[in-house]
Nanobody, 120 residues
Framework: QVQLVEAGGGLVQAGGSLRLSCAAS????????MGWYRQVPGKERDMVAI???????DYAESVKGRFTISRDNGKNMAYLEMNSLKPEDTAVYYC??????????????WGQGTQVTVSS
């Protein structure tokens, strides 16, 4: 059993900042890619940022230069630093990880999501 738990969402004014965290726990052997996705009602879940185990990151065009993804491999944690937030960043943010468990099964795990609301 592997769990991802996000924290750090909330309400912020446009131009403000938030830092999301994602903690992975359970029967983890290794974690490859970790990422952040977001979803608004009625739309598909979109990739925001992903980071590979070696630290190489990719970002959605809409957040480049404003968001920074990072991870702590020793703690099985990922972070999303969000600056210069815009109302269009309002969404539920989900953490995602490509996990190999102690039984050597590999699968994608998702967190339960955390709401980020940016007021204008």
């Amino acid at each position: 059993q592997v769990q991802l738990v996000e924290a750090g969402g909330g309400l912020v004014q446009a131009g403000g900042s938030l830092r999301l965290s994602c903690a992975a726990s359970g029967s983890i052997f290794s974690i490859n890619t970790m990422g952040w996705y977001r979803q608004v009602p009625g739309k598909e879940r979109d990739m925001v940022a992903i980071i590979r185990s070696g630290g190489i990151a990719d970002y959605a065009e809409s957040v480049k230069g404003r968001f920074t993804i990072s991870r702590d491999n020793g703690k099985n944690m990922a972070y999303l630093e969000m600056n210069s937030l815009k109302p269009e960043d309002t969404a539920v943010y989900y953490c995602n990880a490509l996990v190999t468990n102690t039984a050597r099964s590999t699968f994608v795990a998702w967190g339960q999501g955390t709401q980020v609301t940016v007021s204008s």
